[in-house]
């Protein structure tokens, strides 16, 4: 069993930065494939990030490739993600997610899901 908390959403303008914190609780966190997804009103959840617990393979989606990075420490079981150049387009609410599955694109793969944490970009 996996349970995860996010934190750190909230509004910034658009090009700012914001770090948003995934913690996780489970002895078996590091066994687990991580990954961010976000979800805007009237769409679709989207892919975000992800980060393979075994050699730390990382995974980004096209709308974020070299904005955001996805990083985690299995020793204090957390996973986080670095966005920067924030866009409008980016506001979302984002959610962390864990997986045992290698398809980490996808969200039905994931078994355990947090909350979700706000992220507004204002123009």
């Known amino acids: 069993q996996v349970q995860l908390v996010e934190s750190g959403g909230g509004l910034v303008q658009a090009g700012g930065s914001l770090r948003l914190s995934c913690a996780a609780s489970?002895?078996?966190?590091?066994?687990?494939?991580m990954g961010w997804f976000r979800q805007a009103p009237g769409k679709e959840r989207e892919f975000v990030a992800a980060?393979?617990?075994?050699?730390?393979?990382?995974y980004y989606g096209d709308s974020v490739k070299g904005r955001f990075t996805i990083s985690r420490d299995n020793a204090g079981n957390t996973v986080l993600l670095q966005m920067n150049t924030l866009k409008p387009a980016d506001t979302a609410v984002y959610y962390c997610a864990a997986t045992r599955s290698t398809n980490v694109y996808n969200a039905p793969a994931y078994d355990y899901w947090g909350q979700g944490t706000q992220v507004a970009v204002s123009s």
């Open positions: 980060i393979r617990w075994i050699e730390g393979r990382t």
């Open positions: 489970g002895r078996t966190f590091s066994m687990y494939n």
